[in-house]
């Protein structure tokens, strides 16, 4: 690994985003910063990042009202732009229908823009059963957020229960922040890495300042057929809203061991262009690490997707989903929820 000293930084805000954060800090992710804000003084002093925000003057949470924690952000707003400052790469994270969350993610964005960070947003939707007024509040806060990030990754909650709903409640959790720790390391990955074809942070540039819904994911596979089994697994990834359907613009990148053959990496560039459309221009990157073997890393940025109406004004709470259905996938795996955590 060659770091390239790109300022990356992490801001987990309120109590979804602190918990992302944290699951983050365990994994000990090199040259990224990690922080985390909250207007609950109580939740920020059980974190395990030591660098903190604490956000308004009372400390005593949002009580669920995006408002308070917009207000609260806003006070704040000159010790926010303090961390900004420097920053090339900025993820914010965040669960969407919450009061912190939802109204200080903006805030934020908005800051890290100032700044002229790129900045991407990873952020949940709520579980439908959580009702309507927080799925309101999702709605509202997506159309807020979308004013200042450069693009937006969505993580659907529902998508938790279709799952992993009968694991362990603490596991599905893990699961989930895994899956969004995963869509960010996928980019910093990208930049970090010295490569036989590079992607470098122009590149990523390029690509996600579209102001549109993005697709972020990574699979992986080992074996025979590795490539292609690879790619089908980072196309359905599991908890995110929106496919690569319609994506205009992606960088593709393929990582093997030393057997990894030209042949192999134009597969995953097929595979990926025939689910998304023909005009998709393509970025690719490949790189040859010896220590993976006959394994291999697919990893899809991808932009200008089908905007999802994932979340409807209407009803508050009318969810859609969209599933790849990969032939692979069907001769090999019973159902496609079990399809996108194994390979054949």
């Not at 000990?28 to 920020?44: I, M, P, Q, S, Y």
């Not at 990157?285 to 979340?311: F, P, Q, R, W």
């Amino acid at each position: 690994m060659e770091n390239k000293e790109l300022k990356i930084k992490v801001i987990g805000i309120g109590g979804a985003g602190n918990n992302i954060v944290n699951s983050m800090n365990e994994n000990k992710l090199d040259g990224v910063e990690l922080h985390v804000a909250n207007t609950d003084r109580h939740v920020l002093e059980k974190a395990d990042v030591q660098n903190r925000i604490y956000l308004g003057d009372n400390y005593n949470g949002a009580g669920g009202d995006p408002e308070n924690g917009r207000i609260a952000a806003e006070k704040t707003y000159a010790k926010i732009k303090g961390v900004m400052n420097g920053s090339e790469l900025v993820f914010i994270t965040a669960g969407m229908g919450g009061g912190t969350g939802t109204g200080a993610a903006p805030v934020f964005a908005k800051a890290a823009r100032e700044s002229g960070a790129l900045v991407v947003a990873v952020v949940t939707t709520p579980f439908t059963f959580e009702g309507r007024k927080r799925t309101e509040n999702a709605v509202s806060g997506l159309k807020e957020l979308k004013k200042y990030a450069d693009n937006i990754v969505i993580v659907s909650n529902n998508r938790i229960i279709d799952i992993y709903g009968r694991a362990p409640f603490a596991e599905t959790l893990l699961r989930a922040n895994e899956i969004i720790t995963q869509a960010i390391l996928s980019i910093t990955n990208l930049v970090s890495t010295s490569s036989i074809i590079n992607v470098d942070f122009a590149d990523i540039k390029a690509v996600l300042k579209s102001d549109t819904n993005a697709f972020i994911s990574m699979g992986t596979c080992e074996g025979d057929n590795a490539a292609e089994e690879a790619t089908y697994n980072a196309l359905n990834s599991p908890l995110q809203e929106n496919g690569i359907t319609g994506a205009k613009n992606a960088i593709i990148s393929v990582t093997g061991g030393r057997n990894l053959s030209l042949v192999d990496a134009m597969k995953v560039i097929d595979t990926v262009k025939h689910v998304s459309g023909d005009d998709m221009e393509v970025i690719f990157g490949v790189t040859v690490n010896e220590a993976y073997d006959d394994l291999v890393s697919v990893t899809i940025v991808a932009t200008g997707v089908d905007d999802i109406a994932m979340l409807s004004e209407e009803d508050g709470a009318d969810m859609q989903e969209e599933r790849l259905i990969l032939p692979a996938q069907q001769t090999n795996n019973p159902s496609a929820s079990e399809a996108v955590l194994t390979c054949a």
